[in-house]
């Protein structure tokens, strides 16, 4: 059975980071894209970032390049999101994803709130 399980988010001030972690079970970081996802409020849910299979290559959306970094820990089965530079604008649900084949996401965490007060 696969699962993931976002952890991490909260409420910070604009400027500051967060690290949210999507704990995964049931699945292998070799044969699954993972990525993060965020919902804002009264908004569609857009990528954020993808870390590819194998080779461990990640991509980031340009709205967040610079500031947000994706990584995995294979020995946990861990896929991070390092946000630094926090935005008012960042405020969302994050929702981890896996795929076998993009861009079809074959699983949804629960998703995690992060909250920017500006």
């Known amino acids: 059975q696969v699962q993931l399980v976002e952890s991490g988010g909260g409420s910070v001030q604009a400027g500051e980071s967060l690290r949210l972690s999507c704990q995964a079970s049931g699945i292998s970081f070799d044969k699954y894209y993972m990525g993060w996802y965020r919902q804002p409020p009264g908004m569609e849910r857009e990528g954020v970032a993808v870390?590819?299979?194998?080779?461990?290559?990640?991509n980031v959306a340009d709205f967040v390049k610079g500031r947000f970094t994706i990584s995995q820990d294979k020995d946990k089965n861990i896929v991070y999101l390092q946000m630094n530079k926090l935005k008012s604008d960042d405020t969302a649900i994050y929702y981890c994803?896996?795929?076998?084949?993009?861009?079809?996401?074959?699983?949804w965490g629960q998703g995690t709130q992060v909250t920017v007060s500006s």
């Open positions: 870390i590819y299979p194998l080779s461990g290559a990640t």
């Open positions: 994803g896996a795929a076998l084949s993009l861009p079809d996401w074959d699983y």
